[in-house]
């Protein structure tokens, strides 16, 4: 268990998409532990995958717990192998991302989601959400697929710098 540093973009390990993680043995819990940490020793993150810290698995955590714009909350979520079973309702918000720090954009993501993943103990686990917490796992499942928020803002006019720098 340990905090792992994000990669940030260049780095072409960002645009590649993650294999299936499979089954779930001790390799993968420990991936989930520093997924964990690493999200937690990162001041306003909420998420992060497996993609961000050079682990090419489809791997990623969630915990938008005490954030303003949250609706729906799970709490602390890892997910392996994670798809999306529904997803509508595409609303235009601004996103940030630890592995572009120094821009924000606005994209256009889906407010209600239904995502099916593994958790860290092997069992099936659907999570219904919306809003913030929809807007996060899709943000996440983007990175699993390569896919950075860059990728999905609709024109350059729609990036900006960040103007709060953490």
Known sequence: MAV???LRLPDHLLKQPAAPVG???????????DLVDTMRAS???????????????????????????ARSC?????LFDPEVLLAHGPVVAREGCMSVPDLTGDVARATTVVVRGLTVEGA?????????EARALLHELDHLDGLLFLDRVSSHESVFRRKVYR
């Open 74 to 78: 799970h709490g602390e979520i890892v």
């Open 23 to 33: 089954r779930i043995d001790a390799a993968a819990r420990e991936l989930a532990a």
């Open 43 to 69: 001041p306003a993150c909420v998420g992060i995958a497996a993609t961000q810290i050079g682990v090419g698995l489809r791997a990623f955590t969630v915990d938008v717990t005490g954030h303003k714009k």
């Open 4 to 6: 792992r540093p994000v």
């Open 124 to 132: 099936e686990r659907v999570i219904e959400a919306d809003a913030f």
